[in-house]
């Protein structure tokens, strides 16, 4: 079974432009969640997202961020106009039912994203 | 979320065991204590879980306190592939949907 896929691995992107990160979650896994990881700090919830809804999106910025989860196709995490503080570690992170039912989270290897 | 310490780092040797404590003397009754592990350059990944017994799995032990304030993954022969970040999480049944992580044990395993 292939894992939590997440793409690119790097990205590279000046201040001004656009950021899209994309996950593809475990066959079966209609949960997602994504977390961002600043340099030497722990990972930060940002979104979590079931099919075609988002359900808590409490960890992410008021602007600039925006996330997705259509029927068919990845989740995108876009960020749009980045600044040189967006430049982290994007991780996404799948489960089967949901967390009320204990299903361990599955994540990805993430998606290193650089702000020049 | 109820909240966990954990030491900032340990250190240890190969083949030898492992325990990394967590303290959550705020537990609630329906907090399931989660265990995730993130090696260098991956993402986390699953270790274990636990409510109220002890529970074993091909990765690792878990011992959970009498009164629940306390508990201690165990690793029962570290090897290099286990240095990483353990994170100790509290989870409630019926509350948020999210992980919360915490900044976790930096764990070193010396050869």
């Known amino acids: 079974n292939a894992g939590v896929m997440q793409n690119p691995r790097h990205l590279v992107r000046r201040r001004g432009q656009e950021a899209r990160l994309r996950c593809s979650p475990m066959k079966g896994h209609s949960h997602v969640y994504w977390y961002r990881q600043l340099p030497e700090e722990g990972l930060k919830f940002m979104v979590y997202?079931?099919?075609?809804?988002?359900?808590?999106e409490s960890g992410m910025p008021k602007e600039r961020f925006s996330a997705e989860f259509p029927k068919e196709g990845p989740s995108i995490l876009r960020i749009q106009q980045v600044v040189r503080g967006d430049s982290a570690a994007y991780f996404c992170a799948s489960s089967r039912q949901g967390q009320a039912l204990l299903s361990p989270l599955h994540f990805g290897n993430g998606t290193r994203l650089t702000v020049t | 979320d109820a909240k966990t310490t954990q030491p900032n780092s340990m250190e240890s040797n190969e083949e030898e065991p492992v325990h990394l404590p967590c303290n959550h003397s705020?537990?609630?009754?329906?907090?399931?204590i989660h265990w995730y592990r993130q090696l260098p350059s991956q993402g986390p990944e699953y270790v274990i879980h636990g409510l109220t017994s002890n529970v074993n799995n091909r990765m690792a032990s878990l011992a959970i306190a009498e009164d629940r304030k306390s508990s201690t993954l165990i690793l029962h022969r570290a090897t290099l592939r286990d240095a990483a970040v353990y994170y100790c999480i509290l989870w409630a049944q019926g509350g948020s949907e999210k992980l919360v992580f915490g900044k976790g044990t930096k764990l070193t395993v010396n050869p």
């Open positions: 997202l079931q099919k075609e809804n988002i359900i808590d």
């Open positions: 705020t537990i609630s009754g329906t907090d399931y």
